[in-house]
């Protein structure tokens, strides 16, 4: 599809089911192309039924989209209870979207939304906007103690994008731990604009090298 000068090419996958229940191997292929598809894609639309709600493969397949870096929209229409129980958790970064397939509401909006969140997932963040940061991190204090040692953040740079990637430069990289990673996630989200894309971050020791 070519819209205001911008080329979009969209894959329409078939319903990924519980393997139990695929049986017939067009069933399979399907799924397989699926995945194949999730897997080129830069942004993912998962689309939720109103009348259902979340279901557990909804899940599942959300946590797929987020292993493999996609950026990810979430539509929906009355069915926000189960959406922010069972995959705010998973990632409250995601955009919302009510939409009628019926009488066509809101639809026209899926192509800002599909833009943004591209937009994210494929920016760069300066070296002195993460020096900021990473100094605001410094002076906040919380950090990961374990009896005498104490984690010390050095640097961080930024190290990929499509999603956007970050190499944290530390003295102890075993001390971080996932409660951690996530406050340290949360904090940049705080400060950065990452709607709508997951974001990965690595913790590397630093080595005598290294300066």
Request: net charge positive; proline share 2%; aromatic share 10%.
């Amino acid at each position: 599809v070519e819209r205001d000068g911008k080329h979009y090419r969209m894959v329409d996958t078939a319903g990924i089911r519980k393997k139990s229940t695929v049986y017939e191997n067009i069933e399979y292929y399907s799924m397989v192309r699926g995945l194949r598809a999730i897997d080129r894609a830069d942004v993912a639309l998962l689309v939720v039924d109103a009348s259902v709600g979340v279901t557990e493969q909804d899940q599942k397949v959300m946590g797929l989209a987020i292993e493999r870096g996609c950026a990810i929209d979430r539509k929906r229409e009355a069915c926000m209870e189960t959406v922010d129980r069972r995959l705010g958790v998973m990632a409250p970064w995601a955009q919302y979207l009510r939409i009628s397939a019926l009488t066509g509401r809101s639809v026209e909006k899926i192509w800002a939304m599909v833009d943004a969140a591209e937009k994210t997932r494929s920016q760069k963040i300066s070296t002195s906007r993460l020096n900021t940061f990473l100094t605001d991190l410094r002076e906040f204090g919380h950090t990961v103690v374990d009896g005498k040692r104490r984690l010390r953040m050095h640097y961080v740079t930024q190290t990929g994008v499509n999603p956007p990637t970050f190499t944290f430069f530390v003295n102890h990289s075993d001390l971080v731990n996932d409660t951690y990673q996530r406050y340290v996630e949360n904090r940049m989200r705080s400060t950065f604009d990452f709607a709508g894309t997951p974001i990965r971050l690595f913790f590397r020791k630093k080595e005598q090298k290294d300066a």
